[in-house]
Structure formats: C-alpha cells, structure tokens
C-alpha cells in the first residue's frame, strides 16, 4: 500500500487540473503494469460522468489495483500533498498577483496545459476510438460541445450512444 500511497503522491503533485493522462499511462499501465489501457480510458470516462474532480478516477484505478485498501491509499496520495501544496502556493500568489513576474508565470501554463491535454487526448483516443462508429461518436460529441450544448447533456447522449454501440457489436 505505502507503493500505491508514494506513486499516487508523485502523480498528484505533478497534475495540472486532469492534464496527467500520459503520466498516468505511463506510469501505471506501461512501467508499473497495475492498470490495462482500457482500464485507464474507463476509469477516465468515470471520472468524467461523475460530479467533482475529474480525478476522482484516481480511487478507481487504486481499487482496480488493489481492493480497497489500493482505492484508499491512491485517494490520500494523490489528494492530500498536493491539497497542502495548493494551499501554500495560493497563499504565495496571492501576496505577489501583481507581480509582473507572477502574472507571466501564470500565463506562461496556459500553453502548457494545452498541449499536455492534446497529448491526454491523443492517448485515449488511441484507446477508445477503435472503430468508426466511435470516431463518429467522439465527433458529434465534439461538436455538440462546440455549440455549446450542455456538457452533462452530451456526456448523457454519448454513454447511451456508446451503449448501443456496445449492444450492437
């Protein structure tokens, strides 16, 4: 457990907001082979389903791992050092905010975190879109998305969408 609590702590204090996919596939499907890449995409698109952190995938992949006692251990170390980091990093930011040096830190993440989300999203479209039907799928989510159509209600459409495709095959 304390290997699970350590690994989970690294990954934690390393996220971005959920732009960790590729760490976490490389860490946790690829050297430590405690997950599958289908069981990295799914934890994922639970977290997505679920209210909160996106995340909160994290308690799924140490259960996957482990039983309980993993889901507990990856919970704490993922949430726990980097809550106490974000605590003294906000107290920080905000006695230097006008800082010209602390706002061009801030920008300076932004292209940052979109790029390591594109490669979160080239690693799991590699897993999930293993046909037509579902690069179908993930366009029309897209697009819904793009026109602004609420986000609970496209996650809704495309897990009933993705489990008649699943019935289908």
Known sequence: MLEILLE???????SFGGTNVPEFERVLVGER?????????????????????????????GFMTAGWSGAWAATAGFYIPAALLSAAALRFYQRGAALPAVQRFRNALLPFGAGVMLAGTFILGQVSLSSPAHLLLAIAAFGLLHLRL???????????????LKLAT
């Not at 989970?8 to 390393?14: E, H, K, N, V």
């Not at 405690?34 to 909160?52: D, K, N, R």
């Not at 609420?150 to 489990?163: I, P, Q």
């Open 150 to 164: 609420n986000s609970a209600v496209v996650v809704l459409l495309a897990a009933v969408s993705g489990a008649l």
């Open 33 to 61: 082979g405690w997950l599958t890449a289908e069981t990295l995409a799914s934890g994922f698109a639970l977290g997505q389903l679920m209210p909160g952190p996106n995340m909160l995938a994290v308690t799924y992949y």
């Open 8 to 14: 989970y702590a690294r990954l934690g204090l390393i």
